[in-house]
């Protein structure tokens, strides 16, 4: 579509000529003309025709937004192993249908080879999902991103779903967005918090943030997602909506929502959907899948965690960190000074650009807080600081600070942790 | 026939020294300053390795941003890059991720040919990841993402990479044309040469007419996604700072508040 021009009104003034960003205008017989290849309905010609001779492009087609029902969850899964925040995203997920409304459901989407996803169909609706739908193809038995992007659009456009969010992992950074881009739809990446309700939303704002709730009315029964996602290093938080288009999608944080607690006994309906993908819509090649050998660090399952940071003074230091850890049954963490300081290797790193953790204790030990470490472990339920320097700003984040000699403190606390329990007994007497 | 490589790359304010103005919870970025993002260095710096190898390569780094981003393109041909594209208009501003890949896409279309294109994994303002594999969908390319290794085969044709996983790696191989983003584990990069700091450079600044970008797919205007609100997260309460005569006493005290608690 383009523009239209009424000849019967234009007087060849050219003015709409000199508008026109795209040079999709020209004079044929002192009338203006429409180059339709060349036309983007931008309607920039529209206003400066003061003889009304240019019909404005009609707008582009709205999307029905109510044809888009039900909330997916992308279940990754790798070798046959569900990821653990699909489990979280199948409880929040829930969370957000209900919010919509009483027959909202919750869907898993599997995607993968049927040996691998067949077995998991079950998992998925004990964690709450009320529906499974099954894309299962040899083709899919690994992820690539042309694969697994063919597969889901196709689903996306047959079952229309309102919602889809995926996991923030590797996998889902890099599958998301292919899908945003192909369907036209907005996407929020790495989102810590959402909200169906407003009154929802109000309340979390009121609990966590600074924000000033007093323009937003709680009996708003508006039911588009509110997105909240850190920015700036964790600087500032953004509330992120997307009006106009669906699905609405979403990249979670791991670690952040809550499953539900497995019902071995909950019933759901499984559906297959019927692929058609060819050997010629995957662009690479996968030669291999390794599990790295260094030590496996699962910082986002620990229940503790001890992080050390420049404070350390020398590398040397993660070696007392790492006692430490495993007398509390702990995971080392680190900031991103030690790694940088290359004393560590990356996957250690806890804050924005690392790994976001919320452990039951936080031992952060030698780090003096900056933002971006705050970012990713301030949701931790109990921190604990050892700093030489009482100014640091990792002490406003500490329940517990202790202003001292890292190296003098801890092997007290590694000397006394077995004793806990009667050192507390004793307190209370 | 030269091997031309298309980087992308992003003016962002050092997050690292950004601060809060405690009164109004909003950002201070004035004596902020702007930096070249982080990965999109990494992404050079393996263009430019394949430059180093292959003298007759041509990297064309493409920014989008204000004016002022021209000095980003100093700095990448400083480091040795052959060109600089600026896209810069008021309407393409207020992009999401949707909107900015549609606004790169009509950019690299202008430039035509292309073997490559490199791009940071994601910008450390927004962190989105999101731009580079929206733009290689808009251009119909494969992608491979998160790239902490790489090689390309003398026939200049088929590239090997590594991609990182969270528990391990891929290895993964794709053909040009193609589009790569990179992590900080790729490469070191290079600093500006001084040849190159004071020599001529090659820069250009397009708008929204020279790239021909359908003006009902950029900018604020277009974007699917909005910004509903923005605030800064609410500090924790304040906890308690242990005191005692020995490093022991902290520590029994310590002991005591957690088991008390019940986290141990």
Redesign the interface.
């Known amino acids: 579509m383009a523009i239209k021009i009424i000849k019967e009104k234009c007087k060849g003034c050219t003015l709409c000529i000199k508008a026109c960003?795209?040079d999709a205008l020209k004079m044929v017989d002192k009338v203006a003309v429409v180059d339709e290849g060349k036309c983007?309905?931008?309607n920039?010609c529209v206003p400066k025709c003061n003889f009304g001779a240019i019909e404005a492009a009609p707008e582009?087609e709205e999307v029905d937004l109510s044809a888009y029902k039900h909330v997916w969850v992308f279940a990754e899964q790798r070798h046959g192993k569900i990821m653990n925040v699909a489990l979280e995203l199948i409880g929040e997920g829930r969370r957000l249908a209900k919010e919509i409304s009483d027959d909202t459901e919750v869907c898993a989407v599997l995607i993968g080879a049927e040996e691998d996803i067949a077995p998991l169909a079950q998992e998925c609706i004990a964690y709450g999902a009320d529906k499974v739908y099954k894309i299962a193809d040899p083709l899919l038995k690994n992820y690539t991103?042309?694969g697994y992007?063919k597969v889901l659009e196709d689903a996306i456009k047959e079952y229309k779903p309102e919602i889809v969010l995926y996991g923030a992992?590797?996998?889902g950074?890099?599958f998301?967005?292919?899908i945003?881009?192909?369907c036209?739809?907005?996407?929020?990446?790495?989102c810590t918090r959402l909200d169906v309700r407003v009154s929802s939303y109000i309340e979390f704002?009121k609990k966590?943030?600074?924000?000033d709730t007093s323009t937003l009315d709680p009996n708003d029964t508006s039911t588009g997602i509110?997105q909240t996602r850190?920015?700036?290093?964790?600087?500032?938080?953004?509330?992120?909506?997307?009006?106009?288009?669906r699905p609405q999608m979403s990249t979670v944080r791991p670690g952040v929502m809550q499953k539900r607690e497995k019902d071995e006994n909950a019933k759901g309906e499984i559906v297959d959907v019927k692929t058609n993908i060819s050997k010629d819509d995957i662009?690479?090649?996968?030669?291999?899948?390794?599990?790295?050998a260094k030590e496996?660090v699962s910082l986002t399952d620990a229940d503790i965690i001890c992080s050390g940071g420049r404070g350390l003074g020398d590398p040397s230091g993660f070696e007392l960190i790492k006692k430490f850890a495993d007398k509390?049954g702990g995971v080392v963490g680190s900031s991103r000074a030690a790694v940088d300081a290359g004393w560590i290797d990356?996957s250690h790193q806890v804050g924005?650009?690392g790994t976001t953790v919320k452990p039951?204790?936080y031992f952060a030990c030698g780090i003096s807080g900056?933002?971006?470490h705050l970012a990713g472990m301030?949701t931790s339920?109990?921190?604990?600081a050892i700093n030489k320097d009482?100014d640091a700003p990792i002490?406003?984040?500490?329940?517990?600070?202790?202003?001292?000699?890292l190296y003098?403190?801890i092997?007290?606390?590694i000397?006394?942790?077995d004793?806990?329990?009667a050192?507390?007994d004793a307190?209370t007497k | 026939m030269a091997f031309k490589i298309i980087v992308c790359a992003k003016q962002v304010?050092d997050?690292?020294v950004?601060k809060?103005n405690p009164k109004t919870?909003t950002?201070i970025r004035d004596g902020v300053p702007s930096i070249l993002n982080h990965d999109d260095a990494n992404a050079l710096e393996e263009a430019l390795k394949i430059k180093d190898q292959y003298p007759d390569t041509h990297i064309t780094v493409i920014t989008m941003g204000p004016p002022q981003a021209n000095d980003l393109l100093m700095e990448c041909i400083a480091m040795g890059a052959d060109e600089g594209i600026l896209v810069s208009d008021r309407a393409v501003g207020g992009s999401?991720?949707?909107a900015t890949?549609n606004t790169l896409e009509a950019a690299v279309r202008k430039v035509g040919d292309f073997d490559l294109i490199f791009a940071g994994r994601q910008a450390?303002?927004?962190?989105?990841?999101?731009?580079?594999?929206?733009l290689?969908?808009?251009l119909g390319l494969?992608?491979?993402?998160?790239v902490q290794e790489f090689e390309i085969a003398e026939n200049m044709k088929d590239i090997?990479v590594k991609?990182?996983?969270?528990?391990?790696?891929?290895?993964?191989?794709?053909?040009t044309p193609?589009m790569l983003t990179a992590i900080k584990?790729l490469n070191t990069p290079r600093y500006m040469t001084i040849a190159g700091i004071y020599g001529e450079k090659n820069m250009k600044t397009w708008n929204?007419?020279d790239i021909?970008v359908?003006?009902?797919k950029v900018g604020l205007e277009a974007?699917?996604?909005?910004?509903?609100?923005?605030?800064?997260?609410?500090?924790?309460g304040?906890?308690?700072?242990?005191?005692g005569d020995?490093?022991?006493d902290?520590?029994?005290q310590?002991?005591?508040?957690?088991?008390?608690?019940h986290?141990?």
């Open positions: 960003p795209f983007t309905n931008c920039a582009a991103t042309d992007t992992t590797h996998i950074r890099d998301a967005p292919r945003a881009a192909r036209n739809t907005g996407l929020t990446a790495d704002a966590n943030t600074t924000l509110k850190p920015a700036f290093g964790g600087n500032l938080m953004a509330t992120i909506v997307c009006p106009r288009t662009h690479i090649e996968i030669v291999d899948i390794v599990k790295s496996l509390v990356h924005q650009t039951k204790i900056a933002i971006q301030q339920d109990i921190i604990v009482a002490f406003e984040v500490a329940d517990y600070g202790i202003v001292g000699d003098k403190v092997p007290e606390i000397a006394e942790w004793n806990a329990e050192l507390y307190s | 304010p997050t690292n950004i809060i919870g950002l999401d991720t949707w890949s450390i303002d927004g962190d989105t990841a999101q731009v580079g594999p929206q290689a969908e808009k494969p992608q491979v993402t998160y090997t991609r990182a996983l969270e528990d391990g790696y891929e290895i993964i191989k794709i053909k193609c584990e929204a007419k021909e359908d003006l009902n974007s699917p996604t909005n910004v509903f609100r923005s605030f800064t997260p609410a500090p924790k304040k906890g308690v700072i242990l005191e020995t490093e022991k902290v520590a029994k310590l002991l005591i508040g957690l088991k008390g608690k986290v141990i």
